[in-house]
């Protein structure tokens, strides 16, 4: 094979051209993966004994999408768009050959080739929407018009890799070729092709789907309608259905234009570099600087949880889920039957909505063992406390967990707050315990902080972040302190909505301005989601705060029909006169005059403490990067992906004008407040989190 340059080899075999790419890891379309095509082209059409070109990539997949690294820097050419119509235009017929998976740039390049063939394990999709983006390069265009508007508007919106045999059905593959031969059956295509002596099909030419959804705006409407929900806040997807719009509505040439342009206006907005930062962090989040590939990693074929509360149930079945077997301890049948119960009912529920095959409820089901004998734990590689929030029971149960467990079995916890050093302090073997915090519910919240002690083993964090990997979870690797990276920036929150309630905003006046920035709610909804009642006990209650008395009259959020808000039937909220009369009690009570505080000063008072407790989390070396922050709080806590989460967001604002405005409101942060000096150095420096090394 001869080279065209680095990364592009052409070689011709009976009379068909092979340009072949090879740019490890997922042969993004970088600048000298675009050059190696076009000129691999030329040539192949400059070479009188080539009838044909196939497009094939080495490694591990075709092209996945254009090189997100080259964002933001100037353009090199040619720049994708001249590429595909390079060969688009080609006067001999061009395959793609897709392995892998064929996204974004990718497919817009296997779209502009006469034809495509792919193996059964491919996968196709335009992922741009999750980085805040549409395809920009033809791909909103060209798709509408093989697999028609609906389904083009669907792939587009959700960004889903669609599989070989669902694609072909769809004419986005014209030939499924045997698994393992996509060179040769490649090349048999292509001679077939110059054989029958088939037209250079250009998908830009094909007209006739989008001609006939012309008439039929209501595609769009229903489609807005129907997701309008799940696209709250997000720019890319009504974007992307506009370009759907346009494929539909104008001439293949003008429509290209409306995609070009609004490419570069969501290029250049704050969302899609918000999206393009966190598809990096979610894989930075990974990389632990202490340790290697050289740190043996166990394995964990068994293993045990104590505690089949809400949180014990969800975590068991992450890895029935993952096909590993569990057994439960409780103190009592009745908990452990409880307990047992909901995890049955939650697969049938899943099963309902056909999510999950019936006879995988029994397989799942039939994982999970429970016993109220701790000694029953004995061979389980890792076992994962997760009872009462107390620290004396937790020391009582890894005491007894230590002369229990075998040797090199991880022990770890579930604690949200608890100093893990402690915990780890009642055993003879603190390098074996680690804390592995959950969210709830555990079984579907994405995050894990894997807690590292002080004196926790490298081999055991680098199996606790594999495993989590295995159920599915995003870990982020944290230290101990109080409420770790999470709970603890939530308690700087959650401090101010208290306190903003007693200086005069009701809870629905807080909770609002949170929601419109694109938290799933706001903290007096969240208190009513988890109930109000956690951690309080009518025989301790002292009508201390609203939330106390508000449980006192039994409103215990919305399992009980009301709490901050009032609920109906469908548990819908709407503002309480009950808690507004508390609440102004509780104002009077404190000497204060309510006063009206806008909705700019909320939502700064609750952001900005928080941005603050996360640079002292830096500071502190709790967490390891501040992009590790906004992972836990985006997977955690529902923050938006497209504000990048809390450090990210911050340096949008731009750090010293947070701290102005930390400082101005300072007398109102409550009498512990300091500012954090990092934060500080960073602002008056001008510089942003993004800027630590
Ligand atoms: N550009 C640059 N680097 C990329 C990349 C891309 N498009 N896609 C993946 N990478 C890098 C990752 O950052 C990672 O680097 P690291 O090893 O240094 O952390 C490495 O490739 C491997 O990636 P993953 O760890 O994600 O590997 P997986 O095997 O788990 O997944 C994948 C492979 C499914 C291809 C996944 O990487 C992926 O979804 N990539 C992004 C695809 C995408 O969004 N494409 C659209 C790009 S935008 C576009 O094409 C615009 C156009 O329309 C104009
Ligand atoms: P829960 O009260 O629902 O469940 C605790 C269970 O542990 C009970 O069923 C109890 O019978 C059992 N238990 C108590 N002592 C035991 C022992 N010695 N041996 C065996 N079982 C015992 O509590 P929840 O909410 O599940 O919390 C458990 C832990 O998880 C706590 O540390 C909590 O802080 C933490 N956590 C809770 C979250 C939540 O949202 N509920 C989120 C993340 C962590």
Redesign the pocket.
Known sequence: MGAINAVTGLSVEDGIAIVTINYPPVNALSHAVREGIVNGLQQAIADAAVKAVVLICDGRTFMAGADITEFGKPPKAPWLPEVIEAIENSNKPVIAAIHGTALGGGLEVALGCHYRVAVPAAKCGLPEVHLGLLPGAGGTQRLPRIVGPEKALEMVTSGAHVDAKTSHAAGLIDELVPEGQLRAGAIAYAKKVVAENRPLKKVRDLNDKVEAARSKPEIFADFRKANARKFRGFLAPEYNIRCIEAAVNLPFDEGIKTERKLFQELMGGVQSAAQRYVFFAERQVWKVPDIGDDVQTLPIAKVGV???????GGIAMNFANAGIPVTI????QE?LD??LGVIRKNYETTAKRGKLKPEDVEKRVGLLTGTLE?EKLADCDLIIE????NMA??K??FGKLDKIAKPGAILA??????DVNEIASATTRPEWVIGL????P?NVMRLLEVVRGEKTSKQVVATSMQLAKKIGKIAVLVGVCHGFVGNRMLAARQSQAQAMLVEGAMPWDVDKPLYEFGMPMGPFAMGDL?GLD?GWSKETSTSSTVREVLCELDRRGQKTGAGFYDYDEQRNAKPSPVTEKIVKEFAAKAGVTPRQISEQEILERSLYPMINEGAKILEEKIALRPSDIDIVWINGYGWPVYRGGPMFYADTVGLANVVAKLKEYAPKLGADFTISPLLEQLAAAGKRFQDLK
């Open positions: 104590i505690g089949a509360g809400t949180m014990g301890v409780e103190t009592k908990a409880r307990g701790l997760a009872v009462f929030e029971v937790k009582e149960v916890s579930n604690t949200s707050y608890l915090h959950f969210f709830s555990a988890a956690i």
